[in-house]
């Protein structure tokens, strides 16, 4: 089946200790984004690519970096990570970047900051 | 800002019970998005209305896109243990290229 699957499930790293998440989809999708979902609240966009184009939100922090090597893969890198970064992080796709697409989402990857 | 306010935020009852679930905004949106997220995974798409005044139904459950397009509703019939889960409600912004604003979401449970 085609999916989009996020890897590690679980991940656990040191504060201030750089960290990278992946994420990859058989959709051949042209639209991958990357959210971040805290406990009991909405996911928040923090970017999302279109083909190579890279859009960063507005309050998205520097600490946080993307990267997508080809169309099947994308890369979240936390350059130095917080306590407050602690949350699960969420890949999703879509066709093309219209409002009314579908997004398909991984099972993210919750992330822990010791 | 944008946002997207989402009512209840908990939501606890008997299996049978008919619930509504609302999603308000002072924005006007060019589509709106219903997600259903179990623990541990990610959200999956259960519809998605583009038109005010737009209805749709997927078995028991029913959705409303407002007249105005600012506001959604999520009815279910007779809820099932298996509609637990986190609701969310996802609104499209126009000429964003694909940016949804996602409500805080309702966590429902539905006792045997």
């Given at each position: 089946?085609?999916?989009?699957?996020?890897?590690?499930?679980?991940?656990?790293?040191?504060?201030?200790?750089?960290?990278?998440?992946?994420?990859?989809q058989?959709?051949?999708?042209?639209?991958?984004?990357?959210?971040?979902?805290?406990?009991?609240?909405?996911?928040?966009?923090?970017?999302?690519?279109?083909?190579?184009?890279?859009n960063?939100?507005?309050?998205?922090?520097?600490?946080?970096?993307?990267?997508?090597?080809n169309?099947?893969f994308c890369?979240?890198?936390?350059?130095?990570?917080?306590?407050?970064?602690?949350?699960?992080?969420?890949?999703a796709?879509?066709?093309?970047?219209?409002?009314?697409?579908?997004?398909?989402?991984?099972?993210?990857t919750?992330?822990?900051?010791? | 800002?944008?946002?997207?306010?989402?009512?209840?935020?908990?939501?606890?009852?008997?299996?049978?019970?008919?619930?509504?679930?609302?999603?308000?905004?002072?924005?006007v949106?060019?589509?709106?998005?219903?997600?259903?997220?179990?623990p541990?995974?990610?959200?999956?798409?259960?519809?998605?209305?583009?038109?005010?005044?737009?209805?749709?139904?997927?078995?028991?459950?029913?959705?409303?896109?407002?007249?105005?397009?600012?506001?959604?509703?999520?009815?279910?019939?007779?809820a099932?243990?298996?509609?637990?889960?986190?609701?969310?409600?996802?609104?499209?912004?126009?000429?964003?290229?694909?940016?949804?604003?996602?409500?805080?979401?309702?966590?429902?449970?539905?006792?045997?």
């Amino acid at each position: 089946d085609a999916m989009v699957i996020q890897n590690p499930r679980y991940q656990v790293t040191q504060f201030g200790k750089p960290v990278t998440l992946s994420c990859s989809q058989t959709l051949n999708h042209n639209v991958m984004y990357w959210y971040q979902q805290k406990s009991s609240q909405a996911p928040k966009l923090l970017f999302h690519y279109y083909d190579k184009d890279f859009n960063n939100e507005a309050d998205t922090p520097d600490n946080f970096q993307s990267r997508r090597p080809n169309t099947s893969f994308c890369f979240l890198d936390i350059r130095s990570p917080g306590l407050g970064d602690a949350a699960m992080y969420l890949c999703a796709t879509s066709r093309v970047p219209y409002s009314n697409q579908p997004q398909h989402f991984g099972d993210g990857t919750r992330l822990s900051i010791l | 800002t944008q946002l997207l306010e989402q009512s209840p935020q908990f939501l606890s009852i008997q299996e049978g019970e008919n619930l509504t679930v609302y999603c308000n905004s002072s924005s006007v949106f060019s589509s709106l998005q219903w997600y259903r997220q179990e623990p541990g995974e990610g959200p999956v798409l259960l519809v998605t209305v583009v038109t005010g005044g737009e209805v749709k139904k997927l078995k028991r459950l029913t959705f409303q896109f407002g007249d105005a397009r600012k506001d959604s509703s999520l009815h279910i019939t007779a809820a099932q243990p298996g509609d637990t889960g986190l609701y969310l409600c996802a609104g499209g912004i126009y000429n964003q290229g694909g940016k949804l604003i996602f409500g805080q979401g309702t966590e429902l449970s539905v006792k045997p």
